[in-house]
RNA sequence: CGGGGCGUAGCGCAGCCUGGCUAGCGCGUCUGCUUUGGGAGCAGAAGGUCGCCAGUUCGAAUCUGGCCGCCCCGACCA
């Protein structure tokens, strides 16, 4: 392509919306454009990429055996009560009617309609196992769509459904998904940690997040300097304390004045009494009954593991009535001194805790000197927290490290969760139906392209791995108007096209340091200079995008060294 | 949805507080000439419902109200 004739719209100037490095290079190299909050048009730069990542996730999910299909982004809700899950995603599906008044969605995932067909079209143990996957645009009403293409409405997904006779066929589906994700990206460039994670909204137990560590990452996983151990953030268990040293002469319960204070870090300052001597008392409504929480003043409640210990998703903090209700006192108040009927859920570390602080259930009363068992009894104790940077590994105890990343791909084990409820069944080998075993895999095509651009630039632009390059080779020719360097030129850029490599020509009648600045920015990975090198020596400099090293080689030559370095990478 | 911020030419911004003539600046764009190894120079030109609607006023980009859009933080979301 020359670029003269090409829509490659790139900016000197840094959007003042984007705040990422990957929204702000995406923006300045001309790859997208936003149309409105949440969705943008990829431009060819952008769609170039966009098709590399898609070639190299299908050649390894055909390799692993998995079989391409396309599924309507258009569902019928019908198919979506049945598995109850309307209700659960909520005002995340984007709903219309046709008209007939037929209830319509666009679909943000699809395991009810591949569900949907392999109840129909699967029938016999013989056709098992199965993997169906598709490369679709996927749906989502987020709440907040941020940071360019990372959290979009509207998004292109790859997404894979496996169907099994049983859990240990299961697993080795599961574990063919998982290294061919490994392959993806590993052929992506990206540099990338597996993380245990939490399967929320999509079910199952076991799954797998996959993630490119990014400080413009929205998760938070945790990870072992020592041993392999890694978790999403939510997942990772807290250590229950052992042994719990009690202090040798407990001090006597007080109720003290603390006025207005009804935040942890109200009263801590209050008091001088840091969060970590202080314990708070959390009421939620779980399925609409209250429960009482302990926590460490400094520590956060985590809802998954409450969520998983009550059996319910439908966790809410309580209102001021609720809680007047229970403690008897109002809301920044509340204590476990004196509570009664109520079952007391506490975190493990609360046991151990001597002489801390706590609500009065009594407007601007605190008590100090709080002792659990003495003052007040714990019904009931677990890992309720969220991991803190001074925890030890669940694993080793070696202290861990928390890291922000970008999620670009998670497995999970589903189970039979929809094949129950949707009748996906087969006939096993002694004639009785079976619920299929399902594993659901997912990819997020256009993360994939942000989080190469978050893990490689430098201050002059975008760095592509060479399998995802929009382009492998560009050729400036620093002055298009001077015969010589107009031939050799056109030499270069024919003789890469004989070969099949991709390359751009920068044959604009501009200055030579725009042409530099936009090579940079755009990152090809081999650039060629036709310039006053050219003109004096017959020879062409030749530099990669991730070196600053030059070397000037006749064009033949040249010509030849491309061919070595793009062959090298494929 | 709660909190904060923004909306003036394709992009980045000034002007607004303290209302007033033809709404500016830089980049980009177009024409011509000179340039061409790291975002060139000169000369000329085009490009604006000042987000939208209403109000106050002799007069509104500027003041007031409502609405819309966008960004950031949060609720823990594949």
New binding site residues.
């Given amino acids: 392509m020359k670029l003269s004739q090409a829509l490659i719209p790139?900016?000197?100037?840094t959007?003042?919306?984007a705040?990422i490095i990957s929204h702000q290079l995406m923006i300045r190299a001309g790859l997208i454009r936003?149309l409105?909050?949440?969705t943008y048009i990829y431009l060819p730069l952008g769609q170039r990429v966009m098709n590399k990542v898609i070639n190299i996730i299908r050649s390894e999910m055909d390799r692993a055996g998995a079989q391409e299909i396309l599924m309507p982004a258009m569902q019928p809700a019908e198919l979506w009560e049945e598995s109850g899950r309307l209700k659960q995603f909520g005002e995340l599906v984007f709903r219309f009617e046709d008209r007939t008044g037929k209830k319509n969605l666009l679909g943000p995932t699809h395991e009810e309609i591949i569900t949907h067909l392999v109840k129909n079209e699967i029938t016999s143990y013989k056709q098992l196992p199965i993997n169906l996957y598709q490369i679709q645009t996927?749906f989502?009403d987020e709440?907040?769509?941020?940071?360019g293409v990372l959290?979009s409405k509207e998004?292109l997904?790859k997404d894979a459904y496996s169907f099994d006779v049983d859990t240990k066929s299961l697993d080795k589906s599961y574990q063919l998904m998982y290294d061919a994700y490994c392959r993806i990206f590993d052929r992506c460039g990206l540099k990338y940690k597996i993380v245990e994670?939490?399967?929320?909204?999509?079910g199952g137990d076991v799954s797998h997040?996959f993630m490119v560590p990014s400080p413009a990452g929205?998760?938070l996983f945790v990870t072992c300097p020592k041993c392999d151990y890694a978790s999403n953030i939510?997942m990772a268990n807290c250590q229950p304390t052992k042994d719990p040293k009690k202090s040798e002469a407990p001090q006597a319960l007080k109720k003290i004045e603390t006025p207005g204070a009804t935040t942890i870090e109200a009263v801590s300052k209050f008091l001088k009494v840091p969060a970590s001597q202080m314990v708070k008392t959390l009421i939620y409504t779980a399925d609409g009954d209250p429960v009482v929480i302990l926590i460490r003043g400094d520590h956060?409640l985590?809802?998954?593991k409450l969520g998983r210990l009550l059996g319910t998703d439908n966790i809410v903090p309580a209102n001021a009535k609720t809680i007047e209700n229970v403690t008897g006192g109002p809301l920044g108040f509340s204590g476990p001194v004196g509570l009664k009927d109520i079952k007391i859920i506490a975190d493990h570390l609360i046991q151990g805790m001597t002489d801390f602080v706590t609500g009065a259930n009594q407007a601007d009363l605190h008590y100090i000197n709080t002792n659990p068992g003495r003052d007040f009894k714990i019904g009931q104790t677990e890992d309720l927290r969220?991991i803190t940077g001074s925890d030890p590994c669940p694993k080793c105890g070696t202290k861990i490290e928390i890291s922000r990343g970008i999620?670009i791909g998670?497995v999970f084990k589903l189970g039979t969760k929809y094949s129950k409820k949707l009748g996906a069944n087969f006939l096993d080998q002694n004639g009785k139906s079976q619920p299929a075993v399902m594993g659901c895999y997912?990819i997020?095509v256009n993360r994939i392209i942000a989080a190469a651009i978050e893990n490689s630039s430098d201050k002059?632009g975008i760095i592509w791995p060479k399998n995802i390059a929009p382009y492998q080779v560009i050729i400036v020719s620093?002055?298009p108007?001077e015969e010589k360097i107009r031939e050799v030129s056109q030499k270069l850029y024919d003789a890469c096209r004989a070969e099949n490599i991709e390359v751009l020509w920068d044959d604009r009648?501009?200055?030579?340091?725009?042409k530099?600045?936009?090579a940079?920015?755009i990152g090809i990975p081999i650039r060629l200079?036709?310039?006053?090198?050219?003109l004096a020596n017959n020879v062409v400099?030749l530099?990669l995008r991730n070196s600053s090293e030059?070397n000037s080689l006749a064009p033949d030559k040249v010509i030849t060294e491309v061919i070595k370095s793009v062959q090298q990478n494929k």
Avoid: C, Y
């Fill in positions: 790139t900016l000197k100037e959007p003042a919306d705040e936003k409105t909050s949440g996927k989502r709440i907040r769509p941020r940071f959290r998004f997904m994670a939490e399967s929320g909204l999509m997040e929205e998760d939510v956060e985590n809802l998954v969220t999620e998670h997912g997020g002059d620093v002055n108007k009648n501009i200055s030579a340091g725009i530099f600045k936009n940079d920015l200079t036709v310039g006053k090198n050219t400099d530099k030059q």
